[in-house]
């Protein structure tokens, strides 16, 4: 995950929904070429914003087992506000069945009161490696580094710890 499109996880009920924050400032380097003029935020970067968020869903509900949570489907995916330098995307994921590996969910972004982004998407999960030692040790680094990354973006607060983590 290169670009990372949410800043904060703000609520996370695992099996149930995530709400995550993505603060939008000039500071970001795509807004130079979309559009010098009048920078908004890409359509396709608040879907990218719906998927990392319902992403961390899915790793927190299969307690970071799988290395990888892959993009199966977009749905209904409908715009209906810009997303500007200042505002702050709040993006709710809900998980609404499981098949296997596959979740579906139900995704929105919010700006202020109005929805700018809302769509159903459909994830899947797998491994990177396969039945080898060699590619099960590069799913446990995967699996670590996403935890590590996890923990930042929702810090363990008293009274909870972040996936991954053991009690004292």
């Known amino acids: ?27 970001e380097d795509y807004l130079r070429d979309h559009f010098p003029r009048f920078p908004i935020m890409p359509g396709v970067l608040m879907l990218e914003a719906m998927y990392q968020t319902a992403a961390w869903l899915v790793r927190a509900t299969d307690e970071f087992t799988h290395s990888l949570v892959l993009l199966r489907e977009a749905n209904n995916v409908k715009y209906s506000d810009f997303v ?44 990177v490696g396969g039945e080898t030692a060699a590619r099960s040790s590069v799913d446990a680094q995967i699996v670590h580094s996403l935890q590590d990354k996890f923990r930042l973006l929702y810090p363990p607060a ?4 972040a996936a991954g983590s053991e009690t004292a």
Not at 103 to 121: D, N, P, W, Y
């Open 158 to 161: 008293s009274g909870r710890l």
């Open 84 to 127: 500007q330098p200042g505002q702050t995307l709040r993006v709710t994921a809900e998980l609404m069945k499981r098949e296997g590996a596959n979740f579906s969910l139900k995704c929105q972004g919010e700006v202020g009161e109005t929805i700018a982004v809302r769509g159903r998407l459909v994830l899947r999960t797998q491994q």
């Open 1 to 27: 995950m290169r670009l990372t499109m949410i800043d904060r996880i703000v609520e996370l009920e695992p099996g149930q929904r995530i709400r995550a924050t993505k603060s939008l400032s000039l500071a």
